[in-house]
């Protein structure tokens, strides 16, 4: 009797603990894993901060997969779903255009106190229809180094570098040279009076293309052409940095993941930003906020609460994004107001000093293709022309004409 009763509380007791072992979460259950993509710039970097990053989000795992590169990230997260895509994506400000369009990148509501902590235009660069689609990181922009062998101080107009460069032709290979092609070759542009389009008011103004404006025609012809009609290679943007690495060109159009390849070299340089036609005008480069994204696959995976938590408590502070910053080779300008103003690295330093004269990278805009082709391939089509010989009145007007369908369309919203 007394043995049966004993039987019967173990039974229930083993019961009862059973039960309580389903119930409380085991210090030893298994963590959902909040999974990351980005580049071979900043996927590397984030590797470095994966236990950095964990302490904000207590309960999930945090897993980056890094890319090779830029190309094959948006090959992926174009080919991304449910089963196989991330819940935190790292990019420009295009992903948030087209992941706002497609469904696949999730609007966010963000504090007072996180808006505060970066420009207005940090938020605006990442914002379709007034939602903000990620948290800023960094700028994707360039600024002018000059070989200080050449230059003691920086020049002070684009006649001066020209007339540099004809002086010393024999020994030089380009007066300047873009690292990153047509993107890279756009404060030469708005330097020597074009660009994409204009602004009234401070704003853009689509309806007008200035890429064939008059002082843009006239300047191309005193500056980038020779006697023969072609090219006179006083610029480059199509693997002319070679040249400037070897000491064959004065000037160069850079951004911060150029840097290091720099470094190695000899050159000695200095910053600044690329003078206009007259003293005291700049060129404007383009200037794109990058962003890191919540996907609408965190939903699907249940991790979005703890992916939110990770865009709030590290990304989006100043602490994450200095560590951020620094895990990375070449560092860039921070977007976060008090973190880039702690930045200690003197080739950010220098990018963010010159990218005061940039101006928004919108992607809509220039990644319209309604008049046949995108801003980038009209650009590169109309400068490959050009330098072979065609007339530049009217190659440039024949670009005008796509790039006016184009921002017409994009402006439509």
């Known amino acids: 009797m007394n043995k049966k009763r004993i039987g019967v509380v173990g039974a229930i007791a083993a019961a009862a603990l059973a039960v309580s072992a389903l119930a409380v979460p085991s210090a030893f259950a298994a963590k959902k894993s909040i999974v990351i993509w980005a580049d071979e710039t900043k996927g590397p970097a984030l590797l470095k901060l994966v236990k950095d990053m964990g302490k904000s989000v207590p309960g999930y795992t945090v897993d980056v997969k890094s890319f090779a590169s830029y190309t094959a990230l948006q090959d992926a997260w174009d080919k991304a779903t449910s089963a196989t895509g991330p819940d935190l994506l790292l990019g420009d400000g295009a992903f948030a255009t087209k992941g706002a369009k497609a469904g696949n990148i999730q609007s966010l509501i963000i504090s007072s106190a996180t808006r505060q902590a970066f420009s207005k235009g940090a938020f605006e660069a990442l914002s379709v229809n007034g939602r903000i689609y990620g948290i800023p990181t960094d700028v994707d922009t360039t600024a002018m180094i000059y070989n200080t062998a050449m230059f003691a101080t920086a020049p002070k107009t684009i006649g001066d570098i020209y007339d540099y460069y004809i002086k010393n032709k024999a020994t030089l290979t380009n007066g300047v040279c873009s690292f990153n092609g047509s993107w890279g070759a756009q404060p030469m542009l708005t330097a020597l009076g074009g660009g994409a389009w204009g602004y009234k008011n ?12 008059a002082a843009f025609k006239a300047n191309v012809a005193k500056y980038l052409i020779g006697a023969d009609g072609k090219t006179n290679n006083f610029f480059s943007y199509d693997g002319c940095d070679t040249a400037f690495k070897a000491g064959k060109t004065p000037i160069a159009l850079v951004g911060a993941w150029n840097m290091s390849s720099i470094e190695a070299t000899s050159v000695k340089f200095a910053w600044g930003a690329l003078p206009g036609t007259t003293a005291g005008t700049f060129g404007k480069q383009w200037g794109g906020v990058s962003g890191v994204y919540l996907t609408s696959y965190a939903t699907t995976h249940g991790v979005k609460t703890g992916a939110n938590q990770l865009l709030n408590k590290f990304f989006a502070t100043e602490a994450g994004q200095l560590s951020f910053n620094e895990a990375q080779k070449d560092q860039r300008p921070l977007a976060h107001i008090t973190a880039a103003a702690k930045t200690k690295d003197k080739n950010a330093a220098g990018i963010g000093a010159a990218s005061v004269n940039s101006i928004g990278q919108i992607n809509g805009a220039l990644g319209n293709k309604t008049g046949g082709s ?7 089509d109309a400068m490959t022309d050009i330098f072979a010989g065609k007339d530049v009145s009217t190659t440039l007007d024949k670009g005008a004409a796509v790039l006016k369908q184009n921002f017409a369309n994009h402006a439509k919203g």
């Open 202 to 213: 401070g704003k853009p103004d689509f309806t007008d293309v200035v890429f064939n404006s």
């Open 374 to 380: 995108d801003w980038y391939a009209v650009l590169g």
